[in-house]
Structure formats: C-alpha cells, structure tokens
C-alpha cells in the first residue's frame, strides 16, 4: 500500500515523535523512508549560496539531525535516504512529495504555540491541506489536550 514514506524533520531536533510511526509503517509495508529536513535562511552571497555564520550553523544542525534519524531507522534495516533541502519548510515538503513520489508523509505536529501558532500558522496543518497524499500526523511528546499553551 505504500512503498515510499516521506519524514520531515526539523534541524532542531526538537520532536522525534514521529520517527517511531515512520519506522513502523515502513516495517509493516517494507518502505523506503526519505528524511527531509528544510533549511530556509536569508543570508545568501551574490552566487545563492547561502554565507554567514548563522546559516552555518543552521545547515550543520540539520545535516547532523538528517544523519542521525537516517542512523536509527537503518538499524531496523530500513532503506532509507536523508537529505537537507533549501527552501522554507511547507514548499521543501511539498517538493519532496513530488521528488521522491511518496505514498504517504509522516510528520510531527507543531511545536509551536499560543500567538505564535495563530500567528504564523503551522507547517503540519498546512501541508495537511495541500498534500496530494495522506499524511499521518503525530503529537509531540509532553503536551496535553489540557496544556495552556497547545
């Protein structure tokens, strides 16, 4: 039922909620999982490359957060493949989507807020709307239906 999976993750780190669900899945159905991660910063030379320490530090980040869930899902003898991309998050995974022709995406929900999610909106619920495949969507770890900021 699906043969390629797509995980997104962020260069933070911050949620491997969904990791777990992908590995699952591609066990289950025999997947390959394609790791995505978005790397978006605005200091760019006049090349398009993008300069400056800030965005350094932000593409070393995601390379290493790439590497290691590519890492743990190839213990389970999952084929997998991992790679950063250069775009704001909602296009880097819609792109893929088209790319690496995935059956289903697997994402985390967002980590952001309060405000901030009014705000700027999230990622997840984005794609949810434009996606032309099923996505499965899992909550970060820690937060409650009761928790004042969720």
Not at 32 to 45: F, M, N, P, Y
Request: aromatic fraction near 2%; include cysteine; hydrophobic fraction near 40%.
């Amino acid at each position: 039922m699906y043969d390629v999976l797509l995980l997104p993750v962020a260069p933070d780190g911050e949620s491997t909620a969904a990791i777990p669900h992908a590995r699952s899945l591609a066990e289950r159905y025999d997947a390959t999982v394609h790791v995505v991660c978005a790397v978006d910063t605005l200091e760019r030379t006049e090349e398009g490359r993008r300069s400056g320490s800030f965005a350094e530090r932000v593409e070393k980040r995601a390379r290493k957060r790439v590497e290691s869930v590519v890492e743990a899902l190839e213990v389970s003898d999952i084929e997998v493949t991992g790679g950063i991309v250069h775009d704001g998050a909602v296009d880097a995974i819609e792109n893929a989507i088209d790319a690496t022709d995935a059956d289903l995406v697997v994402l985390s929900t967002s980590a952001k807020t309060g405000l901030r999610r009014v705000l700027l909106g999230s990622v997840t619920e984005r794609i949810v709307r434009i996606s032309p495949v099923p996505v499965v969507t899992v909550p970060i770890e820690g937060r409650t239906v009761d928790d004042p900021d969720a």
